[in-house]
């Protein structure tokens, strides 16, 4: 005869093989592995900083024969629009840089920002220089890494990159780490252009007059100066002369922003798997016991039958 199995082994058994189906469900959704792959993310954890030059000289008529303001706006909504779900905050620079909008997922309501954007008046502040909304900039953006550490801080510097204040601009280079990706967008030709006196950019009240030429002054674009901008910040530039290919920039922020590494990123080797089967396994043999025992318990129930029982 073969040796009976103590009962309490057998329980032992059914409390381990419990035990085992609670660690494994637990190790499936703790999904572990070893190593990180870089992960990219999506354009909706990003917040965009726009910062836009609205000194006089963005009124020259070289942005496709209309106002270099005019290509801006229209540019900026288009890039709105080619960024759904991203945070959008406004800053404009003259005299003075000023926080027109602070960060908000309304499109419509940074598109109206930028629609009632102004430029300053024609004797309005004392010369430009690109490097005016450096502090206001570093603020904006250090509260947005402390409030919100898990977004990506993307920068979009507008300018036609004119200095006019005859000193030497300050480097941006203090501000690249707290950005993580963006592009400075030039406005204007070298040869330059005119300017409306206007404050609705209209010839009805001629050109700014240049006191020292006794001519209408022409306001030249400087590519060169906004390129050093973008080396500083680690973004990269693009010269804009005429509308459309926002779109192609607003995939470039997803294509060139830095991939998660961190210790959130997937596993780049996952055993998810391999605990899944253990944990399958090892219900499966509990429902084979569940089976057996429910069959036993009603094969127990069942009446015995009389011998000559009809």
Do not use: C
Not at 34 to 44: E, K, L, M, S, Y
Not at 79 to 93: K, N
Not at 283 to 298: D, G, I, M, N, P
């Amino acid at each position: 005869m073969g040796r009976a199995e103590h009962p309490m082994s057998g329980i032992a058994l059914v409390v381990a093989r419990r035990v085992g189906i609670l660690i494994a469900l637990l190790v499936v959704l703790w999904q572990p592995g070893f190593g990180t792959r870089a992960a990219p993310t999506g354009v909706t954890d990003i917040d965009v900083l726009v910062v836009v030059d609205r000194t006089r000289s963005m009124a020259a008529l070289d942005y496709d024969g209309r106002p270099r303001i005019d290509g801006v706006k229209r540019d900026l909504v288009d890039l709105a629009d080619a960024l759904p779900g991203s945070r959008f905050a406004l800053m404009t620079f003259g005299g003075v840089a000023t926080l027109e909008l602070p960060f908000t997922s309304d499109t419509s309501t940074f598109a109206t920002a930028v629609d009632t954007l102004r430029l300053e008046g024609p004797f309005d502040g004392t010369g430009s220089s690109t490097d005016r909304p450096m502090t206001a900039m570093q603020s904006v953006l250090q509260r947005a890494d402390e409030q919100h550490p898990d977004r990506r801080r993307i920068v979009v510097f507008v300018s036609d990159g004119e200095n006019t204040d005859g000193a030497e601009p300050a480097s941006y280079d203090g501000l690249e780490d707290l950005v993580d990706g963006g592009i400075v967008l030039g406005y204007g030709t070298e040869d330059g252009a005119k300017m409306p006196a206007a404050a609705d950019l209209s010839g009805d009240e001629g050109f700014v007059y240049d006191q020292e030429t006794g001519e209408d002054a022409i306001s030249h674009f400087d590519g060169g100066e906004l390129e050093a901008i973008a080396e500083q910040l680690g973004v990269s530039y693009a010269h804009r002369t005429q509308p459309g290919g926002m779109t192609g920039i607003a995939d470039g922020f997803d294509a060139a922003a830095d991939l998660d590494e961190g210790p959130g990123a997937p596993a780049k080797h996952d055993l998810t798997w391999v605990f899944g089967l253990v944990l399958l396994a090892l219900v499966l043999v509990e429902l084979r016991s569940w089976w057996r025992a429910l069959w036993t318990s009603h094969a127990a129930l069942q009446p015995v039958r009389q011998e000559g029982t009809p």
